[in-house]
């Protein structure tokens, strides 16, 4: 049975006392605070670590674009979990709110890709997602598009958009009511071959705390904390950009349209308070996380601007374009944050290394982590609780996802970035 929170009957919590499993969860993004509040509601004893506050880095400047439009099996059942807690989370978590609205993919004319997007409809449809492959022109006559250069289009209904920052701010008020003790400001490193942790200071400093188990939830700080400790990940961060800017030319008029994704572009649009907020600006090569800028560039704000010009022609007051020929869109901020890959496009999710050391890691999200963020905080809850019960990752009965086992690497892998987004990454089998 669900409750009012998005939880199930399985979170309710058990009475703590001193067989309650004491866990770590390192990192207070999205993923990390809703892992850190589904182990507590479920009877652990957590301790939730950040090195700055929660949500300030990756979660912070995410998009906050919500769908559950996935052709593949995993990825379609973690975002419907994940929708469906987003909509839940909405009715009962305070500061957090959940805005229901269409999602359209749209592909131009003379894109390789556009063959591509009715199999994945299909796919998608399989999955009972409420998804339409719609012509082009009867797009143009339900939503106030520019169609005629599209060769084809696809609607997802079940769709919204939310502030990442509110839900990280919400759950981490959540994760603090179930008994997290929330330590911000605060650097760790891995100790040993235990589940062990140096607070406050890296390499011999800071004082040991054994944990019985310890998760990674550090983004793209995850391959320089495992290999601190001798583990090797294929996680590469990479530098991703977004805008907000008001509309209307009198900068009063808000996108009262559809999230769009336009696919040969690489650029997507969804209402903001203030007017819009648009992205993506993907950086195929690996970033530091320690040392890169997280301003947006001047090559990705023109960039963005001339698509939204183009596909959002009749959006506003006399267009984007302005109906006296004047920049209508005015851009209010450009930032620039960090996504993760790994080889094969799937996230290390589960143990990592030897059983015993009861180390956990959830990163190499490929853009898509925030949207994932309760499926995946609860799957992270439910597979290291069972961990230590003894249940074995590849036991039929685990909840580990085997196509996420971070074994599956060896750490040295050399790959190719790859952009999250595109109807590739949605398509695949």
């Not at 409809?121 to 250069?149: C, I, N, Q, W």
């Not at 400093?205 to 294929?234: I, K, M």
């Not at 969804?270 to 997280?294: C, I, K, M, N, Q």
């Not at 015993?356 to 925030?370: I, M, N, P, S, T």
Request: net charge negative; charged share 25%.
């Amino acid at each position: 049975m669900s409750r009012s929170d998005g939880s199930t009957d399985r979170d309710v919590p058990a009475d703590r006392g001193s067989s309650s499993p004491e866990v770590a969860v390192v990192g207070g993004g999205a993923v990390g605070v809703t892992a850190a509040a589904d182990l507590a509601a479920r009877g652990a004893d957590v301790t939730l670590y950040d090195r700055g506050n929660l949500g300030a880095e990756s979660s912070g400047r995410a998009a906050g674009v919500l769908y559950d439009a996935y052709a593949e099996d995993i990825d379609a059942a973690l975002a419907a979990r994940a929708m469906d807690r987003f909509r839940a989370f909405d009715r009962s978590l305070p500061g957090f709110s959940f805005t229901p609205c269409p999602y359209v993919i749209a592909v131009r004319e003379g894109d390789p890709d556009a063959e591509a997007v009715p199999a994945m409809v299909d796919r998608m449809r399989a999955h009972d997602r409420d998804v339409s492959l719609v012509d082009p022109k009867t797009l143009g006559e339900r939503f106030p598009l520019r169609v005629d250069d599209l060769a084809v289009a696809a609607v997802a209904e079940g769709a919204g958009w939310c502030d990442p920052a509110s839900y990280v701010a919400a759950m981490g008020e959540r994760a603090r009511r179930e008994g997290v003790a929330v330590e911000t400001d605060i650097a760790v490193s891995l100790a040993g071959d235990r589940p062990e942790l140096r607070v406050g200071g890296g390499g011999r400093s800071g004082n040991r705390r054994e944990f019985d188990a310890v998760v990674v939830a550090v983004g793209a700080h995850t391959a320089d904390l495992l290999g601190g400790a001798g583990r090797e990940v294929p996680v590469v961060p990479y530098r991703v950009q977004a805008l907000t800017a008001e509309i209307g030319g009198s900068g009063s008029a808000s996108y009262d349209a559809p999230m769009v994704y336009d696919a040969t572009a690489g650029a997507y649009v969804r209402p903001h308070p203030t007017g819009l907020l648009a992205g993506d600006g993907t950086e195929p090569v690996p970033a530091d996380p320690d040392d890169y800028d997280p301003t947006g560039d001047d090559w990705f704000v023109e960039s963005v601007s001339a698509t939204l010009r183009e596909r959002l022609g009749a959006v506003g007051e006399g267009g984007v374009s302005g109906a006296d020929g004047t920049d209508a869109l005015d851009v209010e901020r450009a930032w620039a944050g960090l996504c993760t890959a790994t080889p094969d496009g799937d996230p290390l999710v589960g143990p990592i290394g030897d059983p015993e050391d009861r180390l956990f890691v959830a990163a190499g999200w490929q853009g898509h982590g925030f949207m994932r963020a309760p499926a995946i905080g609860e799957l992270v809850a439910e597979g290291v609780l069972a961990s230590l019960d003894g249940t074995e990752a590849k036991a039929p009965e685990s909840p580990w996802i085997d196509a996420f086992d971070p074994d599956r690497f060896d750490g040295d892998e050399e790959f190719e970035i790859a952009e999250g987004m595109s109807v590739e990454s949605r398509s695949r089998e």
